[in-house]
């Protein structure tokens, strides 16, 4: 997990208790993902399915309205990050396309990426476009207004939150798991920023296959 920013004037004592919390559910998150990710078709179907995901509302980086309804239909990887992200969200994608280019033109049709913004002061639709375009993969970029993004991360237990620089900007604090939406849009398993683009393919080839 990145580093949190302290909110001014919030007890010590519920900070820490958040912070854990959120620790609990990354780990766990993990935990689940990993323990079923050599398994073909992961905790799909399973009451464990229901761990990760649920109802939201965005638009994409075309400004059409995306919602959960839209990741049915193939395996999605659904990644939230932001574009002034300085290493974890570019490394990530591009592991992810380069993955996906390792995949036959059947296999290539059945996944997609979906990269949610948590930043949506500065992310609008226009500049989520320009961004994916320069990774080349099946990426479809989301954003909306902060209550739409607060909902969607919640869904996904996505830990996020602003943290200031010097010069009066900011950088966004976020966790970072890749979570496998299957065709019926249910949670799966993850992927962490650690995995290979190698390991990635592989791990799709099973999916799809």
Not at 16 to 26: E, H, T
Not at 46 to 65: E, T, Y
Not at 160 to 181: C, F, N, Q, R, V
Request: charged share 20%; with cysteine; proline share 6%.
């Amino acid at each position: 997990m990145a580093r949190a920013s302290k909110p001014r004037g919030t007890p010590p004592f519920v900070l820490i208790a958040a912070a854990f919390a959120g620790v609990l559910v990354l780990v766990a998150g993990v935990m689940i993902g990993l323990a079923f990710r050599d398994t073909a078709k992961g905790v799909a179907g399973s009451p464990l399915s229901a761990s990760f995901g649920g109802k939201f509302n965005l638009i994409d980086q075309n400004g059409k309205p995306f919602t959960d309804a839209d990741l049915k239909g193939k395996w999605e990887m659904v990644f939230f990050g932001y574009t002034h992200c300085p290493d974890v969200c570019p490394t990530t994608l591009n592991d992810l396309s380069l993955a996906i280019d390792q995949l036959d033109a059947k296999e290539k049709k059945e996944v997609g990426i979906v990269f949610i913004s948590v930043d949506p002061d500065r992310d609008t639709p226009a500049v989520l476009k320009s961004y994916i375009e320069s990774f080349g993969g099946p990426i479809t970029g989301l954003t909306g207004t902060a209550d739409e993004v607060k909902q969607a991360a919640q869904d996904y237990k996505v830990y996020y939150a602003k943290h200031p620089t010097a010069g009066g900007g900011y950088d966004m604090d976020h966790s970072a798991l890749i979570y496998i939406m299957d065709p019926e849009g249910r949670f799966t398993a993850t992927f962490t920023p650690d995995d290979t683009s190698d390991t990635i393919a592989a791990r799709l080839k099973k999916l799809v296959g």
